[in-house]
C-alpha cells in the first residue's frame, strides 16, 4: 500500500513556504502539511527560553495529530535555539534551517558577507561557528530585522511593502563599517526569500542573495528517498495556532498553490 504519511513543515508564520516550494518542486508526489505558530509569531523578538519551551511542545502536538514521515523547522531562529530538544523529544527525522553562510563565502569576491535573519538568529554563537568554521577570511556583517519578517507576512496577506520600507531595513547592513563591500547577502530568515525582488531593486547591482531552501530540499529527498507515496495527487493542509482574519486573509491566497482549508490547532 501506498504511504500516505506527510512531511511536515513547522514556522513561526509563512516563511517557511521558501522552503516548501523547492522541496515540493523535488517531490510533487509529497503530501505538505504547512505548520504556523502565528499565535506565539514573531519568534525573532522572543526570548530563547520560550522558544525553547514552546517549539518542542508545539511540534510533539502536531506529529501526534498527522503523523508525518519526517519533520522540518523551516525557521531559522527556532532551528538555532530548539533543535536539539526536537529531536530528542521526537522519534522520526527532524530537518533543521541554518543560516546559508557556508555557500556565501564559497561564491563571494569581495570577502564581504551580510547575514540578514532576526535579532534572535544573528545573535546565536551557532551563527559564530559557522563563520568561524566557513568564512575565516571574511568580513561578516549581520542585521537583525524584525521587521522584513512582518512585511513578508503582510505581502502574503495582500499588503506588499514599499520600496523605502525595505530599504531602509537593508540600510542596518550596508550603513555599518565595510558595508559597502558587501556583494553577498544571506537570508538567516525563512520569512526574506518572500521579498527577495523587493530587496534586489533597492540593492546595489551585483549583490546576490542566497538561502538555504534548495539545500534542505535536497536534504529532504534524500532522507525519504525509497519511501512510496501516495498515487493518488497529494494533500497540502495548512495549520495555525491562531486562525484569526490575518490568517484567513494568507490562507486564501495559498489556494491557489494547492492547500486546503486552514485549520487550528
Known sequence: MA?????????????????????????????IVYAADSAGFPYG????????????ALLGRLVERYRPRLVVIACNTASTIALPAVRAALDLPVV???PAIKPAAET?????????????????????????????????????????????EAALAGDPPSHDRVAAELAGLFGQPGGQRIDVIVNACTHFPLLV?????????????????????????????????????PVHRLVFTRLDARERR????????????PESL
Open 45 to 56: 523578538t522572543k526570548s530563547e527560553t520560550e522558544i525553547a519551551a514552546r517549539v518542542p
Open 197 to 233: 525582488r523587493e530587496m534586489a531593486t533597492v540593492t546595489p547591482a551585483g549583490v546576490r542573495f542566497v538561502d538555504g531552501g534548495p539545500g534542505i530540499a535536497r536534504r529532504i529527498a534524500h532522507l525519504t528517498e525509497g519511501q512510496d507515496w501516495p498515487n493518488l495527487p
Open 250 to 261: 494568507i490562507a486564501a491566497g495559498l489556494a491557489a498553490q494547492g492547500f486546503d482549508l
Open 108 to 152: 563571494s569576491v569581495t570577502r564581504t558577507i551580510g547575514v540578514l535573519g532576526t535579532e534572535a538568529t544573528v545573535r546565536q554563537p551557532y551563527v559564530d561557528d559557522l563563520a568561524a568554521r566557513f568564512a575565516g577570511d571574511c568580513t561578516v556583517l549581520r542585521h537583525g530585522s524584525a521587521a522584513l519578517v512582518e512585511l513578508a
Open 96 to 98: 533543521g534551517t541554518v
Open 3 to 31: 504511504d500516505d504519511r506527510p512531511i511536515l513543515f513547522f514556522d513561526s508564520g509563512v516563511g517557511g513556504l521558501s522552503v516548501v516550494a523547492p522541496t515540493r518542486a523535488l517531490l510533487p508526489q509529497a503530501g
